[in-house]
């Protein structure tokens, strides 16, 4: 039989592995979004093109004709390649059932903490609870968004910071706030501990554009969607308040 530390070593590394999933998804979903726009530009051109040219310059037609076809073959590519591979998580298939929130997060808080705030000497503190309050939704969902968005607030602290969750609920609803001092440096410092990959923490690092969210929370704002409900971030500036945001409405 596993031991209990083993068994949450296992749980530590699936984590990771839906957290990984999603960015990737994210990033495909990006790639696509942000190549097709000047895909249909150039297609459009051509045509343009195509107008203005002597029908009579076989050259010119021939170039015209190229121009279409390789645009024509990119498209076909972003749809039998990255739209394919990101059907995994585009549309978010949740079970929803009454579940215990305070238990929920007593096991997402322990989780992070032994995973990685014990080794950074970071402290989680919760506020708002017991609630004892039964939230109707994904129970495993909601709780990887959980344990996503107090992951982050750790990588994201220097050592020997404080991370504190906040949560409220009510009517079946449920409010998780997030807030810490942020230490974007800490994301990239090897001499720390850290449990998100190295890509995402890089990516994390640097500025966002407004109204975004760093790239491996993806998974929250897909959790967020599925349940109806909203998930956001704000900015990580050195040494300011940071927060992140998860609410989950009543089913």
Not at 215 to 229: I, M, N, S
Request: proline share 3%.
């Amino acid at each position: 039989m596993a031991s209990n530390s083993d068994s949450r070593s296992e749980r530590t590394a699936r984590l990771c592995a839906e957290t990984a999933l999603f960015m990737r998804d994210h990033v495909l979903a990006r790639v696509s979004h942000d190549l097709r726009s000047p895909l249909n530009a150039i297609h459009s051109w051509a045509y343009v093109l195509e107008r203005k040219i002597d029908a009579v310059d076989a050259a010119a037609q021939r170039a015209l004709g190229g121009i279409r076809t390789g645009v024509d073959q990119q498209v076909q590519l972003l749809e039998s390649l990255v739209d394919k591979t990101r059907a995994q998580t585009r549309k978010l298939a949740i079970d929803r059932a009454p579940f215990a929130l305070d238990t929920l997060i007593d096991e997402t808080v322990d989780d992070v903490r032994i995973a990685l705030a014990d080794a950074r000497g970071v402290t989680l503190a919760v506020q708002g609870t017991p609630t004892g309050a039964t939230l109707d939704g994904d129970r495993e969902r909601i709780a990887q968004a959980l344990w996503l968005m107090l992951t982050f607030a750790v990588e994201t602290s220097a050592q020997g910071a404080s991370v504190v969750l906040d949560v409220s609920a009510a009517a079946n609803a449920a409010q998780f706030d997030v807030k810490w001092r942020a230490t974007p440096a800490a994301l990239t410092d090897d001499a720390l501990a850290h449990l998100l990959e190295p890509f995402a923490r890089v990516q994390a690092s640097e500025p966002q554009e407004t109204g975004r969210h760093a790239w491996v929370l993806a998974l929250c704002q897909r959790v967020a969607e599925a349940h109806g409900g909203k998930f956001e971030q704000l900015p990580l500036l050195d040494g300011e308040a940071a927060a992140l945001s998860l609410s989950i409405p009543g089913g």
